[in-house]
C-alpha cells in the first residue's frame, strides 16, 4: 500500500485519464474496481484526490511534515474501508470525512505532539515579500497561526465550502459551536492582518 502511495503513474490510471471520458464516471468504474481490491484503479483515485486531501491536512495541521503522514494515513484507512462506501455522499466528501478524523486522531494521540504543533505554528517566519503572492502567502500563514479549533472550523467552511452542519459532523461538535469558531476565527484573521497593515 504504501509503494502505491509513493508510485510515479501507472498506465491504468493514465489510460482511463487520456481516454477523454468523464471524470465522475471514471471516478465511479474506480470505486467499483477498487471495492474489488483492484490496487490500480485505488491508485487513479489517490491520485484524483491526493492534493485536496493533502491541502486539507496541511490547513488542519499546519505543519507539512505532519499533513504528509496524514494523507497517507487517511488514504491507508480510505483502502481498508472502501468497502464501506456505499455513495450516500461524494467520494470526496467521504475521503475528507476520514482526512478530518486521521489529523484529529493524531493530534489527539499524545500531548506531546500537540505542543510541538502548536509551537510551530507560533514560531512563524518574518513574512518576506516576493510581489503579487504576498497577500495571499500573509493570509494564509494567518490562518496557520489561528487556535486550533477556530483553524479547523475555518478550514473546513471557509476554504472547502462545508455546511456547519457537516464541518461540526466531521469535527464531533455541534452546529453552533462551528458557528461560534468560525465567527472566532474571521475576528482573528481580521486583528492578525490589521496589525500586519493590511486593512480593507
Avoid at 24 to 41: C, G, L, Y
Avoid at 68 to 81: G, L, P, R, V, Y
Avoid at 166 to 190: D, F, N, V, Y
Wanted: aromatic share 8%; proline share 1%; hydrophobic share 40%.
Amino acid at each position: 500500500m504504501e509503494a502505491l502511495l509513493t508510485a510515479e503513474g501507472s498506465d491504468y490510471s493514465q489510460g482511463m485519464a487520456d481516454a477523454g471520458t468523464d471524470i465522475a464516471a471514471n471516478e465511479k468504474a474506480w470505486i467499483r474496481e477498487a471495492q474489488r481490491s483492484d490496487a490500480r484503479a485505488f491508485e487513479a483515485l489517490y491520485r484524483l484526490h491526493v492534493d485536496k486531501v493533502y491541502g486539507l491536512c496541511l490547513r488542519m495541521t499546519g505543519n507539512v511534515s505532519e499533513a504528509e503522514d496524514c494523507t497517507q494515513e487517511a488514504f491507508i484507512q480510505a483502502w481498508n474501508k472502501l468497502d464501506k462506501f456505499r455513495g450516500d455522499s461524494a467520494f470526496a466528501t467521504w475521503l475528507h470525512r476520514i482526512a478530518v478524523n486521521a489529523v484529529l486522531g493524531r493530534i489527539r494521540k499524545s500531548k506531546r505532539e500537540r505542543d510541538r504543533i502548536q509551537a510551530v505554528a507560533d514560531v512563524q517566519p518574518a513574512r518576506v515579500s516576493t510581489g503579487d503572492g504576498g497577500e495571499l502567502r500573509d493570509l494564509a500563514e494567518a490562518v496557520d497561526r489561528l487556535p486550533e479549533r477556530a483553524r479547523h472550523v475555518f478550514v473546513l467552511n471557509a476554504v472547502y465550502g462545508y455546511s456547519h452542519d457537516e464541518a461540526a459532523g466531521m469535527l464531533g461538535i455541534a452546529a453552533g459551536t462551528s458557528k461560534a469558531q468560525l465567527h472566532r476565527a474571521r475576528r482573528l484573521l481580521m486583528q492578525q492582518l490589521e496589525q500586519e497593515g493590511f486593512t480593507a
